[in-house]
């Protein structure tokens, strides 16, 4: 959700640019601010002792990130990275909670985000529970198609964000791909992935 940036200037918050791969904040990490992508991408994930890693989220232009632990007083629950070059608007948790309270328009589309991510988590784990990788894919490339008529479109992943997406490992993914790409179900062009 996007808070307008006006807004946001006008409470004292501040735009900050990160390089890819840059860390934003980091998974246990107290949670003291509201960001907003202004440019570019961030990825959320968590990552074990092994070094994989599980993506929870792609957030870009226009879309906020990291809000949950502010509401509950908890430490962040994973690490955000810039995707990409990025520019994020960082404001304070006290400052956000009291546009919340001073703009109840706001706070009710907040509400609904919070109701559509907690929504979405519980269909993406229901999807990670079904065992077989194709099934995984299949939810992950519906849940980020752009438009919803059957025109195939490119998917704007690698076959490692697709395995860190799913919990699937990248060999995984690509043998799965190429059994999708077999029955007809995505399009692979170029080393390309249609959906």
């Not at 904040?25 to 990825?43: K, L, S």
């Not at 007083?73 to 001073?102: H, M």
Request: glycine residues 4%; contains cysteine; aromatic residues 12%.
């Amino acid at each position: 959700m996007a808070i307008d940036l006006d807004l946001l200037f006008t409470w004292g918050a501040l735009a900050k640019e990160y390089k890819k791969n840059e860390v934003i904040i980091n998974e246990g990490e107290t949670a003291h601010f509201y960001f907003q992508v202004i440019d570019g991408c961030v990825r959320m994930f968590n990552s074990n002792d092994d070094g994989k890693e599980f993506t929870q989220g792609y957030f870009c232009n226009g879309q906020s990130f990291g809000e949950p632990p502010l509401f509950i007083d908890e430490k962040y629950p994973a690490t955000a990275t810039a995707f990409q070059d990025v520019t994020i608007i960082k404001l304070s948790k006290e400052k956000f909670l009291k546009i919340l309270d001073e703009y109840p328009s706001i706070q009710k589309k907040f509400l609904i985000l919070m109701a559509q991510r907690i929504h979405s988590k519980a269909k993406t784990s229901k999807d990670i529970i079904n065992q077989k990788p194709e099934f995984r894919i299949l939810a992950f490339l519906n849940s980020n198609k752009k438009s919803s008529d059957s025109t195939k479109e490119l998917v704007p992943f690698t076959r490692q964000e697709i395995a860190n997406f799913t919990g699937l490992r990248v060999e995984t993914v690509i043998r799965a791909l190429s059994k999708m790409k077999a029955e007809n179900k995505i399009d692979i062009i170029n080393h390309k992935i249609y959906f």
